[in-house]
């Protein structure tokens, strides 16, 4: 970035926002005190930070500027009467209640099992309209950059970082790189946000955005929903970058009006002349600019250990050529170079994570499902990104068509995306997820991911294999 | 508070592939404790034993031949999940120091604030190293942070390391004391920015 220019990135003017103390000039080069203004957490990444708190006798600054749920190693059956879980795995209830335990003495608002409001962290944040464009958002959690959906600078930390915000709501942080990434034009019918950034990151690799902040623009960003948004910027750090950007517009603004959390009257009409300064100005200059053009993205298929492994449903695994690390790859999913990826043989599917639970992921997969029954032998769950995603699904009939289809219908959580609750595959078995990560053993120890969109996974559950989804009415 | 940073020698292990993710360091299944230890059984877990938790002997951590406190890695080391418990399973073990042609960022960030080095060279000088290692396992190299050398019996190679990070490293300080420093700048900050529409408290909604 280019600090003596006028025109700003986006990115640039919400760092510019947030300097509490600038980046020092002595030999030290100290970095950059940021401010933070909303702090996510869960159970798997704050109890040791809770613990250097007290350790260190500080106070939380902050609890009110904390959303708090449990998400990643409850369980998503067993509902009790009192509306928790019951729970199997005694460590993981020590987790969970370790998290009640602090958000208690620290004064911070949880979300438990009995709310209303559970669910993915990056799920129910949003629900509550509790990130607003110009935030700067972190969580200990590489997902959190799913909120730059809404033009907030959000993006995963440590637990040492957790403990840092939580003790000084500040960060320090050295400024990234910006790279906007264009798609323009307009996706072919079937395909979806999923595969757009799988597109994308099968054409930088998984370390092609290290150092980057990630801004999308272009007609196919602008005209996607705020869902569809979140698919996108929630993958942007297995492109590696830690963040990624969408100027906030009138969708973002229709889909923030009446949220619980978000300004209210007065304080609304302030807030939106406010958010509408926040874009790129025309003449300001990233650091690279890759484009992509909507219309040659085919619905996406991950083919082996990383993201980065992708080609469209209608094309072949490619050779390995002397890549030692594409032939281990092909080796561990079952798979040979050069042969079409259409037609895999699937065992199980999971729609589902914070890439892929929200309504309009459930709508389009249960619009697939419709009328049908999965495969023979297959085992297919769909879990809901949070208790008002599963409450709405259920209100439009969504879970009684997954569950007459022969869908497992589940409460809400990350579970089989990474696997820590007991929903995992076994050894060998091959997985069409709509999650975020295909690296081996993710979804259970020798266990084979190919990431897709919904509805690409509600297809394989019924074929049984992996079918363009573009032919569908065709069949 | 973490110990100062010293200059160490040691034989190094090589993983000499790229992508290493932070779910093959540290399978998510591992991650349900409260505490930062207690790591070290669990490193590389899925590669390192084979089904029946006997240890794989093709998994180089199982490989007699090599032993030592530094890990040699390829390109985007760490990559994937924010888990901090991929750094504290690397140390637990014993590592002090790896070296990558790069890293995924908030791997090196959270290696960098548990005392464990990430050193960057350039992917000719780590392919070298892989090949001086593999050819001698008893090699012993030298790490030293305060001139950014890594000293090798073919010369001497040079990392980049942000300063503060580094200065925090050598003088055994972590950042936490240091923005309290400035905890009249976050106070004015909090001041000025109380009304503006990003700082929305919940509670008052």
Known sequence: MNPHSSAKTLYQKIWDQHVVHPKGENPEGLPTILYIDRHLIHEVTSPQAFQGLRDRQLPLRHPEKIIATMDHSIPTIGKQPDGSLKFTDPQAEAQVNALSKNCQEFGITLHDLTSDYQGIIHVIAPELGAIHPGMTVVCGDSHTSTHGAFGALAHGIGTSEVEHVFATQCLLQNPSKSMEIRIDGKLASGVTAKDIILAVIAKIGVGGGTGYVFEYTGSAIQNMSMEGRMTVCNMSIEGGARAGLIAPDDITFAYLKDKPFSPKGAEWDKAVSFWKTLKTDPNAVYDKTIVLKAEEIEPMVTYGTNPGMAVGISQCIPPTNSDSELAEALNYMQLSPDTPIANTPIDVVFIGSCTNSRMEDLRIAAKLAKGHHVAENMRALVVPGSQEVKKQAEAEGLSQIFIDAGFEWREPGCSMCIAMNGDQLEPGQACASTSNRNFKGRQGQGGRTFLVSPPMAAAAAIKGYLTDIRYWNQN | ?205
């Open chain 2, 1 to 205: 508070m973490p110990q100062p940073f010293m200059t160490f020698t040691s034989r190094c292990v090589p993983l000499n592939e790229e992508n290493i993710d932070t779910d093959q360091i540290i399978p998510a299944r591992f991650l349900k404790g409260t505490s930062r230890t207690g790591l070290r059984k669990n490193l590389f877990n899925d590669r390192r034993y084979q089904d029946d938790g006997t240890p794989n002997p093709a998994f180089v951590l199982n490989n007699p031949k090599y032993a030592g406190q530094i890990l040699l890695s390829g390109d985007n080391f760490g990559c994937g999940s924010s888990r901090e418990h991929a750094p504290w399973a690397l140390t637990d073990y014993g590592f002090r120091a790896i070296i990558a042609s790069s890293f995924a960022d908030i791997f090196k960030n959270n290696a960098l604030k548990n005392n464990l080095l990430p050193v960057a060279l350039k992917p000719n000088e780590v392919k070298a190293l892989f090949k001086a290692v593999e050819a001698n396992p008893a090699l012993e190299i030298t790490i030293d942070l305060a001139d950014q050398q890594v000293l090798t019996p073919q010369g001497t190679l040079m990392f980049d390391i942000d300063p503060f990070r580094k200065q925090c490293l050598l003088k055994g300080k972590d950042d936490i004391g240091y923005t309290l420093g400035h905890l009249n700048e976050i106070e004015a900050y909090e001041q000025t920015h109380q009304s503006t529409p990003v700082s929305l408290s919940l509670k008052s909604q």
